[in-house]
């Protein structure tokens, strides 16, 4: 897969460019203590290796194209404190790139410089510009940081260099996903699936937050995977916080919990919401808001298409929503909804949660998408909200959670 992506990738490129892409590296967070790892996406995409310091050259020109990784050889020392790093075969089959284009890492820049100097280019093409990820997203990675501070300092040696955002290409590569991703990503589902059944059937009144995080964590621990993004663990009117993650609060009888919690494999996400009674039964007014949400819910599923866009998807759910306020004496004005849900109710799903595509454009088929209504009531200390991951076909979509129950009848039954 990895192979084709970098095919893909430098079909885009323009002819006498070279690609140049950083794997990140690891951020201290105190100290001589780090954060967990995690891989530039785009370099993964184009890779399938998960290590730091570990950069991907790529070069066009009108005869031909090369790929060349180089990366940090093993130290023995490091190796006692950190583990082995990948050798030059293993990351080679890995990636699929010759061995002999595996290079050790201190070589690169002048690898670099007898390609850029038309006196010295082994390339045998004049190079006339560089492909950058100087994408956003990437800060955290610091993957962006060293593509913004790499770029400056070559256009201060080579001021004639072109510079191209290679971000922007991931938009479109990205957004239709191969059977290897969308396997990955069913697979993710799959235990998420398992583990808030583990929340479901644990959850009781006066429990804290943070114990129904700790049943979902542990799961996912106990299954080599880890979560997604921060859990969101909301009861009551904690709720009404979109990206709530203190997770610290009782939970209260009559109350409501809203947990939207994600799972990775193999760097692939899943990205579930759903909603459970504190105590076991819906109330009446819990059930109509939560039935209204349901049925939002279902009828975006039934109703997507490929060539449908996001903003058409939220206003064909938001109108539901809309319209079963007000038949609920809940809403005057369906101008108003937004009071009632206040975020946008789908976004792609991939390497990221929040996948690297193009929202003006149409959806597209092969997309992974997640599709989640909400509503929210300050005044009820209510927030409702059910999240399903949905694989777009060319005549719709395929619930890949189907099998989270969503069901008032389903959880009931599952609390009792």
């Known amino acids: ?60 020109n009108a005869h031909h194209c090369q790929t060349f990784l180089f990366l940090e050889e093993s130290d023995p020392q490091k190796v006692l404190w950190d583990g082995d790093l990948l050798s030059f075969s293993a990351a080679s089959q890995m990636a699929k790139i010759a061995l002999t284009n595996v290079k050790k890492i201190q070589f690169f820049h002048s690898f670099l410089f007898q390609m850029i100097n038309p006196l010295r280019n082994s390339a045998n093409f004049d190079i006339d510009g560089f492909y950058f990820d ?29 510079i191209y955002n290679s971000s922007l290409f991931f938009m479109s590569l990205r957004q239709a996903k191969s059977v290897y991703e969308v396997n990955n990503i069913k697979k993710a589902i799959s235990i998420n699936c398992q583990a808030l059944h ?21 799961f996912l621990e106990a299954n080599q995977t880890k979560p997604s993004f921060d859990s969101i663990t909301a009861s009551g009117k904690n709720a009404l916080i979109l990206h709530y993650n203190r997770n610290n609060s009782q939970l209260m009888p009559n109350e409501l919990l809203l947990i939207d919690a994600g799972v990775t ?11 459970y009674p504190i105590s076991g039964v819906f109330t009446t007014l819990q059930k109509q808001i939560y039935n209204l949400v349901l049925k939002a819910n279902k009828e975006i599923i039934a109703w997507v298409k490929p060539e449908h866009t996001f903003t058409q998807l939220n206003h064909y759910g938001k109108t539901i929503l809309a319209k079963g306020l007000k038949e609920l004496g809940l809403l005057e004005d369906v101008a ?78 599952l609390m009792k």
């Open 1 to 60: 897969m990895f192979e084709q992506n970098r095919k893909n990738f430098i079909d885009k490129m323009k002819p006498n460019t070279v690609a140049l892409f950083y794997s990140g590296k690891t951020i201290i967070k105190s100290a001589d203590q780090t954060f967990p790892f995690e891989v530039n996406r785009n370099f993964y995409y184009l890779t399938g290796i998960n290590q730091p310091n570990v950069i991907l050259l790529l070069t066009k």
């Open 336 to 413: 108003n909804i937004d009071q009632y849900c206040y975020h946008g109710l789908g976004h792609h799903l991939g390497l990221d949660i929040h996948d690297v595509c193009n929202y003006s454009d149409i959806i597209g088929e092969n997309s992974v998408i997640t599709v989640e209504p909400g509503l929210y009531f300050k005044q009820f200390n209510i927030g409702i909200r059910i999240e399903d991951n949905l694989l777009i076909t060319k005549d719709g979509a395929i619930n890949l959670s189907h099998q989270i129950p969503k069901e008032i009848t389903e959880i009931q039954a």
């Open 198 to 218: 583990k929340v479901i059937t644990s959850l009781k009144p006066l429990m804290y937050e943070n114990q129904i995080t700790a049943i979902f964590h542990g």
């Open 134 to 162: 100087l994408s956003r997203q990437n800060q955290a990675q610091q993957a962006n940081s060293w593509a913004l501070t790499f770029c400056q300092k070559l256009l201060s040696s080579y001021p004639f260099l072109k």
């Open 265 to 275: 494999y193999n760097h692939y996400s899943s990205d579930i919401t759903r909603c």
